[in-house]
């Protein structure tokens, strides 16, 4: 079979892949069965935590699988017992004849998938689409590579870099269209975290709300960080979400916590403090800048002092999606050579 046609339904299970959860410990993971003449008899994906892989999802569909049949798969097969069955066993029971993936699974115990199928037989074919998959799957092959969860710090700002006015006011800096990208954002990260400051400050709700107001269906948790009390009555604390407030200043040691608990990705809010803590310790995995067209002046910068005291210390990004938002410009940036 040509390697287009592997290709093509690659890119179908990369598709696939999205109509399942972004949140939650596990991948996003699409795919594709094919007969031996290349044509598509079956597809699945995965659901979210506990239930079927999106090859045990696929092969469900159908009452046999056709000799000479190829599953193209976004992820290497898994090999472990989850709360489901490794896959790599479910495709050599179903007979099939290839296992076509995109991208490799770091995972130390979930990982070795496609050994066990070659091992019975079957041919693999590896790195189909592997770049778009890396990036489809960014957040989870980072946080299993890292072993702690995708670190996103998010700000908005005005074009002169600052997040609150003097008076510490700082409602409404970025316009409708950005506060619609970044609940939308939201409603797919598994946690959403703040200091103390910005909950004193600001009393934020911290929920994932759609534009007319109403609740995305997923809520993350949402986690405050310090020492200082909070009023019971603060909005954080609302029934809308859980929330959890953990009295320290240890960054590695508040991942370190979230990622025991199944947190795959943190949405890192501020403020200022915050941030500039995440991102002097290098624990900043993408950074989303939301650049409204104002000038603010004043003390009050996104970040604070980084530990910068001359440019050849200073963090060097490269920009890899710029975005216009209504009146509004998006940056997403990573940390060159991360
Ligand atoms: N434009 C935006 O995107 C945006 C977003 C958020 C906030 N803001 C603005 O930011 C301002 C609040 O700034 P902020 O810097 O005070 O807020 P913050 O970063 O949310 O909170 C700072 C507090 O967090 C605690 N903390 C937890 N871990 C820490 C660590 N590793 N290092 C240092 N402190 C740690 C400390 O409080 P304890 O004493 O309790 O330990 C510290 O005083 C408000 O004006 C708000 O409006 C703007």
């Known amino acids: 079979m040509s390697h287009e046609i592997y290709e093509s339904a690659m890119r179908r299970a990369l598709e696939l892949a999205l109509l399942g959860p972004a949140w939650g410990v596990n991948p996003q993971v699409g795919c594709v069965i094919l007969n031996a003449d290349g044509q598509t008899i079956a597809e699945g994906w995965h659901k979210g935590a506990g239930t079927p892989h999106a090859e045990v999802d696929a092969l469900s569909k159908l009452d046999q699988v056709p000799a000479g049949a190829t599953a193209v798969v976004t992820l290497e097969p898994c090999n472990h017992t989850g709360r489901t069955g490794p896959c790599a066993q479910a495709l050599i029971a179903a007979g099939v004849s290839r296992v076509v993936y995109a991208v490799s699974d770091p995972g130390a115990t979930s990982g070795g998938g496609a050994q066990t199928v070659q091992d019975a037989g079957i041919e693999t074919i590896a790195h189909v689409l592997e770049n778009e998959a890396r990036e489809q799957n960014r957040v989870w092959l980072t946080a299993n590579t890292r072993q702690r969860p995708f670190v996103t710090l998010k700000w908005a700002s005005s074009l002169d870099g600052r997040a609150a006015a003097n008076d510490r006011t700082s409602?409404?800096?970025?316009?409708?269209?950005?506060?619609?990208?970044?609940?939308?954002?939201?409603?797919?990260?598994?946690?959403?975290?703040?200091?103390?400051?910005?909950?004193?400050?600001?009393?934020?709700?911290?929920?994932?709300?759609?534009?007319?107001?109403?609740?995305?269906?997923?809520?993350?948790?949402?986690?405050?960080?310090?020492?200082?009390?909070?009023?019971?009555?603060?909005?954080?604390?609302?029934?809308?979400?859980?929330?959890?407030?953990?009295?320290?200043?240890?960054?590695?040691?508040?991942?370190?916590?979230?990622?025991?608990?199944?947190?795959?990705?943190?949405?890192?809010?501020?403020?200022?403090?915050?941030?500039?803590?995440?991102?002097?310790?290098?624990?900043?995995?993408?950074?989303?800048?939301?650049?409204?067209?104002?000038?603010?002046?004043?003390?009050?910068?996104?970040?604070?002092?980084?530990?910068?005291?001359?440019?050849?210390?200073?963090?060097?990004?490269?920009?890899?999606?710029?975005?216009?938002?209504?009146?509004?410009?998006?940056?997403?940036?990573?940390?060159?050579?991360?």
């Open 171 to 338: 409602k409404w800096i970025s316009g409708p269209e950005s506060r619609a990208d970044s609940h939308l954002r939201r409603s797919n990260v598994d946690a959403i975290l703040v200091g103390t400051g910005t909950v004193l400050a600001d009393d934020p709700e911290l929920t994932a709300r759609k534009p007319d107001g109403t609740l995305y269906e997923h809520q993350p948790l949402r986690v405050v960080i310090g020492e200082s009390e909070l009023p019971a009555s603060a909005r954080v604390f609302n029934s809308d979400a859980e929330t959890v407030h953990l009295r320290t200043h240890s960054l590695h040691g508040v991942l370190a916590a979230l990622w025991q608990e199944g947190v795959k990705h943190v949405w890192v809010e501020g403020g200022p403090t915050v941030a500039s803590n995440f991102a002097r310790l290098g624990l900043v995995d993408e950074y989303l800048v939301y650049l409204a067209p104002t000038l603010l002046g004043g003390a009050r910068t996104a970040i604070a002092d980084l530990g910068v005291t001359t440019m050849t210390e200073a963090k060097s990004l490269d920009f890899v999606e710029i975005k216009q938002l209504g009146a509004d410009i998006l940056i997403r940036a990573t940390e060159r050579g991360n």
